[in-house]
């Protein structure tokens, strides 16, 4: 062997060893990356379940209260929305209220959810508690309004797992008790009044997010609504609480001649020692005209070939009365309730001219309610609504209508019921709407007689934003739409308002409303 040959030998070696330790090195690094990425996989998962089974306690502790919510609001639906009582029980509740009770009990509230429930399913279980507490109570004398407080706590938990999740929702109810109005109920038919096809065709659509409700319309035992309109027209001839309305005694009121002879046809606004009242009207009725102009509310009257107008302005107090013998300015306000002893062809939406007479206006844009102005229309007999009834400040989002402010309510009631005679005439609204857009009317309609009827030979839709009771329900081919949680609940102590009191004594749930969602530590 060579002396080179010999020398080479050592530095094979050298390599070889050097490799070695180089795939040892690797194998380490590499070893050392798969225990990590598997410990932190792991801790991943750990975390990832962790995280999962507070998700899973979170939807345990929502679906106990979404579950809670549902079965209450189910249970207020079936016994407290329109159920009828009778004067007993009604003094009863009465007292109760008084006293500062509520008129739900805690027992009522054990009866309306499952204090704690199981899915198979998700293995998520859920453990619910209601209470309810007296948050105020008006006297109306009638009537009262309760308002309550009502708080669900749910406590969500997954089985196998030890965490636990709550959630607490707070809601206020508003219940009416006694011979309440009937402009507070949203959607109302008397028993019998509306078959399955009209059902399918009517929607309500709550114009409160928040709130909670029925999508079907209340049913009313039949004789609920009134056909007397003598307690709220007696208002407006500034008359305390007559027996009756005879020839000589609205002669007397409307300033006439006294005697028995009957009351002319004609428009007469009510002034007298007792001070200021409201429009009457005897005889039918041609046209019915409602506009704005500025500050003024207008109201314009045509019986056959005479027109007369009133025009008032609840900022100025002040009412300017247009007969066919001429312009009288009063530096006081009428009482806004026209009262009609006869029917009414046509109540549409008017446009002021040139020469300050309305004419009918079927633009979309037109409003015919002055905002800040409470106006009553009760007619006898039938009342044929054409166009749009619109009023000021009210909003459409997103195809739902909201009111700025609450206080312009328009009232239309139609009671079947000679005001004088007492004898039943034909009486009912009709609404003629149109094919290619909506007609809106904003207010609270009361149908006595034959109830409210949709005329359109083609398929239209009606919105009222507002309230519908009647005693029956037509709605053709047309699509009804009762946009609800506009009702005025602000304005009941006033001394003015307008309400249309149940014959009937009812227990009535007028608002569910969820104030406050949170979750518990």
């Given amino acids: 062997m060579s002396f080179f040959s010999m020398l080479k030998m050592p530095l094979k070696n050298h390599d070889s060893g050097s490799a070695l330790v180089v795939c040892l090195l690797v194998m380490a690094i590499f070893t050392s990356l798969g225990l990590g990425w598997l410990i932190s996989s792991q801790i991943f998962l750990q975390v990832e379940g962790s995280r999962k089974l507070n998700r899973l306690t979170l939807y345990a502790a929502e679906n106990g209260l979404k579950t809670s919510l549902e079965l209450i609001n189910e249970h207020l ?9 009778d004067e007993e029980t009604f003094q009863q509740l009465r007292d109760r209220l008084l006293s500062g009770e509520t008129p739900l009990t805690v027992s009522d509230l054990d009866e309306m959810i499952e204090e704690e429930s199981y899915d198979d399913f998700s293995q998520m279980t ?114 305390l609480k007559p027996d009756g309305l ?54 314009q009257f045509k019986q056959e070939e005479k027109i ?22 009063f530096d006081w306000l009428l ?16 446009q002021p001219g040139s020469d300050g007479l309305l004419s ?11 905002t800040g102005c409470q106006l009553a229309i009760v007619s006898s007999s039938e009342i044929n609504i054409t166009t749009n009834l619109k009023a000021q400040g009210l909003d459409w989002k997103e195809g739902v209508p909201y009111l700025r402010q609450k206080d312009s309510p328009l009232i239309i009631w139609s009671t079947g019921k000679d005001f004088q005679t007492e004898e039943l005439v034909d009486g009912g609204i009709n609404i003629f709407s149109r094919e290619n857009s909506p007609l809106t009317i904003a207010g609270n309609l009361v149908a006595g007689g034959e109830g409210l009827n949709v005329n359109n030979p083609e398929k239209g839709t009606v919105q009222i934003a507002g309230g519908l009771v009647a005693t029956r329900l037509e709605t053709g081919k047309s699509e009804l739409r009762i946009f609800t949680g506009l009702q005025d609940q ?9 309400h249309i009191l149940s014959n009937k004594a009812l227990v009535h749930l007028s608002e569910f409303k969820i104030v406050e969602w949170r979750s518990k530590k």
Avoid at 273 to 289: Q, S, T
Avoid at 308 to 329: C, H, L, R, Y
Avoid at 335 to 350: E, H, K, S, T, Y
């Fill in 126 to 239: 859920w453990q619910v508690f209601a209470s309810i507490e007296n948050a105020g109570v008006e006297d109306f004398e009638q009537y009262l309004r309760s308002t309550c407080r009502l708080t669900v706590d749910s406590t969500g938990r997954v089985q196998g797992f030890a965490g636990q999740r709550s959630e607490e929702v707070v809601a206020l109810l508003t219940f009416y008790t006694g011979h309440l109005p009937l402009d507070q109920l949203s959607a109302a038919i008397e028993e019998g009044g509306i078959s399955e096809k009209n059902k399918e065709q009517m929607k309500l659509v709550s114009s409160e997010g928040a709130s909670i409700g029925g999508d079907l319309p209340l049913s009313l035992s039949k004789g609920t609504i009134p056909d007397d309109a003598l307690p709220l027209i007696s208002r407006g001839l500034k008359l």
């Fill in 335 to 350: 009482i806004p309730l026209v009262m009609i002893n006869g029917r009414v062809d046509n109540l549409a939406c008017g």
């Fill in 360 to 370: 009918t206006s079927a633009e979309e844009d037109t409003v015919s309610i002055l």
């Fill in 490 to 498: 602000s304005g009941h102590d006033q001394p003015d308002a307008f």
């Fill in 246 to 299: 005879p020839n000589w005694l609205l002669r007397q009121a409307l300033g006439l001649p006294s005697g028995p002879d009957p009351v002319p046809d004609g428009v007469y606004l009510i002034r007298n020692d007792l001070g200021p009242g409201g429009i009457f009207v005897e005889g039918d009725l041609d046209e019915l005209l409602l506009g704005i102009q500025a500050e003024w509310q207008i109201v």
């Fill in 308 to 329: 007369w107008q009133v025009k008032f302005s609840p900022a100025t107090q002040k009412t300017t009365f247009i007969s066919p013998d001429g312009p009288e300015n």
């Fill in 77 to 85: 639906q079936e016994s407290w929305s329109g159920q009828e009582i």
